[in-house]
């Protein structure tokens, strides 16, 4: 009875509506990073945008495209690789009309940088911040398979779960020496801003990642090699989520 429920509690934490990429402290750290790296030019314009909303961050708003989460916007948060595809980005066939994170990271960024109305950039600027967080996630870029890990179920820190709510937030919130001790992690791992090739280039990295051996725990379990094995990783994309968003922030803002 109680692998029973194990096994309900974790199927009710991989549904996609309840899924948010990082969690909300994964979310902010990388807007965290991205504010450190900021040019002025972009900051200014930033700032001014955010002044529609009063007390509002960078780091505030990072959560808000999960906080309005509809159907008709829940698959922008992810893109579905086959597992036999080599990890390679077709849109005809992943991201119909755009409808992924890849296309809606490609959309969001175009409208941030156009003469848009000042309110329908500011929201173009809270999905953007939150999209190139969420590609950064690997089981955002993961396998049509198993919905990106919320198929995958096992145990771990005691509980029934999944493998993609083991990346959003699990791994973050069991982290040795706590929130404080993954902040020095990351920050130690940052790089100067770069926004490299792209979205889908980006979405194919993180899709590797997942396709890399010992990715999936074996037997659905969580063994004592895994967390060591993966926090590595773990920062990486936090690091590089945070600069990658700070270049595609000070490329579209501060040019008027």
Request: proline share 5%; aromatic share 8%.
């Amino acid at each position: 009875r109680l692998r029973a429920i194990a096994i309900v509690l974790g199927f009710v934490a991989g549904m996609p509506t309840a899924a948010s990429a990082w969690g909300s402290e994964g979310h902010r750290l990388v807007a965290e990073v991205a504010q450190g790296q900021l040019t002025a030019a972009a900051r200014a314009d930033i700032d001014r945008l955010l002044a529609l909303e009063p007390g509002s961050t960078l780091a505030s708003i990072s959560t808000w495209a999960d906080e309005v989460r509809s159907p008709s916007t829940a698959s922008w948060h992810y893109v579905n690789f086959p597992r036999d595809g080599d990890c390679r980005y077709e849109p005809d066939r992943m991201c119909l009309q755009g409808s992924c994170v890849v296309g809606a990271i490609e959309r969001q960024t175009a409208l941030l940088a156009s003469n848009a109305p000042d309110e329908e950039r500011l929201k173009a600027l809270k999905y953007v911040v939150h999209f190139v967080a969420d590609v950064h996630q690997p089981l955002h870029a993961g396998f049509a398979d198993d919905r990106g890990g919320n198929g995958y179920q096992l145990q771990a820190y005691g509980r029934g779960t999944n493998l993609h709510a083991l990346w959003d937030s699990g791994f973050i919130r069991q982290w040795p020496g706590g929130a404080a001790s993954l902040q020095a992690a990351v920050d130690a791992a940052v790089h100067p801003a770069d926004a490299g090739p792209g979205a889908r280039a980006w979405a194919e990295e993180s899709c590797r990642v997942v396709s890399a051996e010992g990715f999936y725990p074996q037997g659905h379990k969580l063994g004592d090699d895994y967390p060591p094995s993966v926090r590595a990783v773990l920062v990486q994309q936090l690091a590089i989520a945070g600069s990658r968003l700070a270049a595609v922030l000070n490329r579209s803002l501060g040019k008027r």
